[in-house]
């Protein structure tokens, strides 16, 4: 008998609604995240407009899927460009700064700086890639803002380096393409929408708090977006795309709300 074609009891109902509200929770992102459980538009709630009997597996992941998607078009419409993060005093900086990865501190990737060149691929004029010195001649900015996964925690830090939207400017990339996606050392990968690859908060950063980079919070460079949650900040950033086909990403294939909006 296939998995979820298996007799579900009473129990196994009230364990699989525990279950499925607890994925809504991670599927869903942002503003609309929160307007959605306002409105009480619950999982059951769903699984009624929809007509999915979401004691079935395979229903029930279709109805989180269909969530998540009307959750990213709604964070899409939401998303603001003139809206900014909460900024931060020095002071309030979390020391020291969490290290998180899919993959323990002693996996980080060792990254050779002086070697390093970030590739360019997709819709960008000028697709040379970059050195590290070629990027620390562009402006360079710092900016305290928080970090919040989605595992349940927060930190406060400085990250330093070029406003993005300077970066995508200066490489002629196609600024009305979809999306920016990211390829990194390790196996992460991850992709944004353009609106918010062009918020003036979003920093190509190259350093934290005043010093370069340290190899555990991403050297050579991360993509720090504190309009967004942690697991949309790659860090190894080794191929920068820009694309119209949608790029998906590490997290977000599993589950993880595309959008993830913090
Ligand atoms: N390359 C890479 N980037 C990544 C990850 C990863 O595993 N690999 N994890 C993401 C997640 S889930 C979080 S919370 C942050 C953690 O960043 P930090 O180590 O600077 O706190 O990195 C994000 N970017
Ligand atoms: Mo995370």
Known sequence: MPENKKK?????????????SQLLERRLSGESRRHFLKMGLTL????????CDISDNSQAEEVLNRMSRVNDRLQGLLFSQTQLAPVYQESQITR????????????????????????????????????????HHLQQVSQITRHICVEGWSAIGRWDGVPFKHFLQAI???????YVSF???DDYY???DMATALHPQTLLALGYDGNTLPPEYGYPMKLRIPTKLGYKNPKHI??????????GGYWEDQGYNWFGGS
């Not at 080794?238 to 790029?247: D, G, L, M």
């Open 8 to 20: 579900i009891t009473r129990n196994d109902k009230s364990d699989l609604l525990r279950e499925a």
């Open 44 to 51: 059951g709630g769903m699984a009624l407009l929809t007509g």
């Open 96 to 135: 020291p700064f969490p290290f998180n990865a899919f993959y323990g501190e002693d996996e980080i990737p060792k990254v050779n700086g002086e070697d390093y060149q970030l590739e360019l691929a997709g819709l960008i004029q000028d697709k040379r890639p970059w050195t590290l010195p070629q990027l």
């Open 172 to 178: 002629g990339a196609d600024l009305f393409a979809k």
């Open 183 to 185: 390829k990194c050392a």
């Open 190 to 192: 991850t992709s944004i």
């Open 238 to 247: 080794r191929v920068i795309e820009v694309t119209n086909r949608f790029p």
